[in-house]
């Protein structure tokens, strides 16, 4: 009786003994493994085939591969850079000025791209019926127009506008605007000090955020902590500072840090595009909030301030947090944009000028691509850890 | 006897003047408090800076006819609108043949009559035309556009520009990547390891990388991966770019829909005994995509404002020919560059804007069953 059910079980869902074929493939854990074979399969095959046919062409067009050319000099000047850098430094070394050049206008983009949005997301809920009127116009203008086309204009319009060397814009102390780009003065450091400052100010640091930590110190206390001690070491070596102010002589400024325009038009396009975008994330961060969080802090009696700064916003930070980090990345890869206007980021040195001199796409595109995948994890990784850290712990979850 | 008690009540007396009408108005929404005050006049002189001279620029000081550029070199003169109406045809079809621009006009607006039908709540047979527009039209648009069938004669790829590139390689960018995101997101929520690492692993790659770079591909690398004999157009080989750059960001939106899909469903459609495609296509996905249209939407927002980047790889897009324009020495002045940024800006803003309000309208449609 036992074994007749059995049987008649395994036959209505297609399972028999004698078949093993049959009963593998009605299998869904083995139809699966089959299938993913077959997908591997294919993606080897497809892999295979482009890798087949790249080393053709290559040998047809007789392109060399390979690495070595890093080591090969450049030949090509670049006219805004971090490290020392000259046409006859090497391939290897442009890479690595592209690579800075791209960070630089990266992370000062997310700065001002995040003071931008947090402001202009606030003043979008603002009671003012201006304030918030002028906000939700900048939101949507800046939103749907083309990042690409606020560059030009940023570039081609307003910069355009500016004076000539001899008629520089200056507010004084040494700063200077033209159609050149930005002049601000250099801070010279006397020898040997420059060490032991950054590790004052290093140790400081540390030393504010573990009183915040610990005893809860909270704004004036912890910058004060923070910014005194490395004030004061510098009193004690003398006030080892000297200003390199710019200086116009002959047909251009000598001295001080200079800021090319096209540096300028891509940090302003980035970071008011994104910026844009980073208040539309905060207002809705600030709205999620539930009344009564607000609510409950008037009844104590808060002033409004300290209401959005202690009780809304670390609220509305798990809110944001998440699309934010998508917004830096968005940012970070946006900057490779700088190629329309000729800032010579990675993709401007490396991916155009290296690439059409030396001919090798696959590498060369290879490496580009490989550091803004490098950059995307490091900063997806960071603010998932940050955002792990903001998460309302809950039972069970700790 | 006399009394003084009111019998009747008293009529309700108007509210003070202060706390009424337009005053009472700008009381509490301009100046509330001493800051408030500071506040909207800060951006009241904001506005005052700002506004007239733009308006002057574009209106009351702008060239609205001329037949050159002269009238827009003199002294003081304002946009120069004259040069965007003598281009206009340039704008809208790049060098498209005039006699022959009836076809990319048919295409549209079938398009948007195809389009209008899909989107339209309640349509009959919208299966079919939704299935239409996503395998049937584009094959159909490109015989039509780039000709060579029906009689047609061929008007090479490199001679279409303007709008109707830029429409063209959206379109067909947000058409190719939403069966593609699909079957991507379907990969990523799959239980089998390989076909989810794969799905992982181009998901991420594609999101990790800046358009740019991708159209670079397209246009340098793409070449030397084809075999011996093919060769693709410069037009096809951008739009197979955008396509697997979209896939990518379409298969995370419809990650979000799948993940929406209360677990219930699946186990219900489980214990019916569906297949996996039957369960996907006849339960989950119908109820996940209808969650994600607003997200969709808004891929294609931003697709529709990335394609400005084939002009990197030297693309003639609407914001490409627009600047080729400008080196056209017959209307070359310094009001003709910002005039011809402010009309694409007014044009890629419409689109853009009209866009997102349709993605918001839907949103609030589709949130009308859970609203209480």
């Keep these: 009786m036992g074994s007749m059910i059995k049987s008649w079980l395994s036959g209505a869902i297609g399972l028999s003994d004698d078949n093993a074929l049959a009963r593998g493939f009605q299998d869904p854990r083995i139809r699966g493994w089959i299938m993913q074979a077959a997908v591997l399969l294919l993606a080897a095959l497809g892999i295979f085939e482009l890798v087949q046919n790249t080393v053709l062409n290559l040998q047809k067009a007789n392109i060399a591969s390979g690495f070595g050319f890093l080591e090969n000099p450049a030949g090509f000047a670049i006219n805004f850079s971090l490290i020392d850098y000259s046409a006859q430094s090497d391939f290897l070394r442009a890479f690595f000025v592209g690579v800075l050049n791209t960070l630089l206008v990266a992370v000062l983009g997310i700065l001002l791209a995040t003071l931008i949005g947090f402001s202009v997301g606030i003043a979008r809920l603002s009671p003012n019926w201006l304030v918030a009127r002028l906000a939700g116009f900048f939101i949507e203008t800046l939103r749907n127009i083309p990042l690409l086309l606020q560059l030009f204009f940023w570039y081609f319009v307003v910069l355009q506008l500016l004076p000539s060397q001899a008629e520089s814009l200056t507010p004084g102390g040494g700063i200077f605007l033209n159609n050149r780009g930005l002049f601000v003065p250099r801070i010279l450091w006397e020898a040997g000090t420059f060490a032991p400052f950054c590790v004052a100010l290093f140790a400081s640091l540390v030393l504010g955020f573990f009183a915040r930590k610990r005893f809860a110190f909270e704004g004036w206390k912890v910058l004060g902590i923070a910014v005194l001690p490395p004030l004061l070491l510098l009193l004690v070596l003398g006030w080892p500072l000297s200003l390199d102010m710019p200086v116009l002589e002959g047909f251009g400024f000598q001295g001080g840090i200079s800021l090319i325009p096209e540096f300028i038009a891509l940090l302003l396009a980035l970071s008011i595009y994104t910026g844009a975008f980073v208040a539309e994330n905060v207002r809705s961060g600030v709205q999620a909030v539930p009344k009564g969080q607000v609510e409950a802090a008037k009844a104590l009696g808060l002033p409004s301030g300290l209401i959005m700064r202690k009780i809304i916003l670390p609220q509305a930070m798990r809110v944001i947090v998440p699309p934010l980090t998508s917004q830096y990345l968005n940012l970070t890869k946006n900057s490779s944009l700088a190629v329309a206007i000729a800032y010579p980021d990675l993709v401007l040195v490396f991916a155009n000028t290296a690439l059409s001199q030396v001919g090798q796409a696959v590498e060369i595109i290879a490496m580009t691509m490989a550091v803004y995948l490098l950059i995307s994890l490091g900063t997806s990784l960071f603010m998932n850890w940050y955002n792990a850290r903001l998460a309302l712990k809950e039972r069970g979850t700790a | ?372």
């Excluded at chain 2, 060579?148 to 058409?175: N, P, Q, R």
């Excluded at chain 2, 246009?219 to 084809?226: A, D, G, I, N, T």
């Design chain 2, 1 to 372: 006897m006399e009394t003084y008690v009111k019998t009747r009540r008293h009529p309700a007396l108007p509210a003070p003047s202060r706390q009424t009408g337009l005053i009472g108005w700008m009381r509490r929404n301009l100046f509330s408090s001493a800051g408030n005050t500071i506040t909207t006049l800060v951006c009241a002189a904001i506005i005052a800076l700002t506004v007239p001279p733009f308006f002057n620029w574009a209106v009351l000081d702008a060239v609205w006819y001329a037949s050159d550029g002269s009238l827009c070199r003199a002294e003081g003169a304002g946009a120069c609108w004259a040069f965007v109406e003598a281009k206009f045809g340039q704008f809208i079809y790049g060098r498209y043949p005039a006699e022959e621009i009836w076809r990319p006009n048919l295409i549209l607006l079938l398009f948007f009559l195809n389009l209008a039908a899909v989107l339209t709540p309640r349509m009959p047979y919208k299966g079919w035309l939704a299935a239409t527009l996503l395998f049937i039209f584009p094959m159909f648009a490109w015989g039509v556009l780039h000709g060579g069938k029906f009689g047609l004669s061929v008007v090479e790829t490199s001679d279409w520009g303007g709008l109707l590139l830029t429409l063209v390689i959206a379109l067909s960018g947000i058409l190719a990547s939403l069966p593609l995101g699909i079957l991507l997101a379907l990969g990523r929520r799959s239980k089998l390891p390989v076909i989810r690492t794969l799905s992982v692993l181009f998901i991420e790659f594609w999101r990790g990388v800046p358009l740019v770079t991708v159209l670079f591909m397209a246009s340098v690398m793409l070449p030397l991966f084809l075999p011996e004999g093919v060769t693709f157009d410069l037009l096809l080989r951008a739009i197979i770019g955008v396509a697997l750059f979209a896939s990518a960001y379409m298969a995370e939106v419809v990650r979000g829909g799948l993940q929406a899909v209360p677990s219930g469903q699946y186990e219900a459609a489980k214990a019916l005994g569906l297949s996996y495609w039957q369960m996907m296509g006849l339960i989950v996905l119908p109820q996940a995509l209808r969650v994600v249209i607003p997200g969709i939407v808004n891929t294609f927002i931003g697709l529709f404002k990335d394609t400005t980047l084939v002009l990197i790889i030297g693309l003639f897009d609407f914001l490409g020919i627009i600047r080729a324009n400008f080196t056209d020495a017959n209307w070359a002045s310094p009001n003709t560059a910002a005039t011809g940024y402010v009309f694409a800006a007014f044009v890629f803003w419409m689109f853009c804007f009209a866009m997102s309000r349709y993605s918001l309208y839907m949103e609030k449609q589709l949130s009308q069953g859970e609203r209480r």
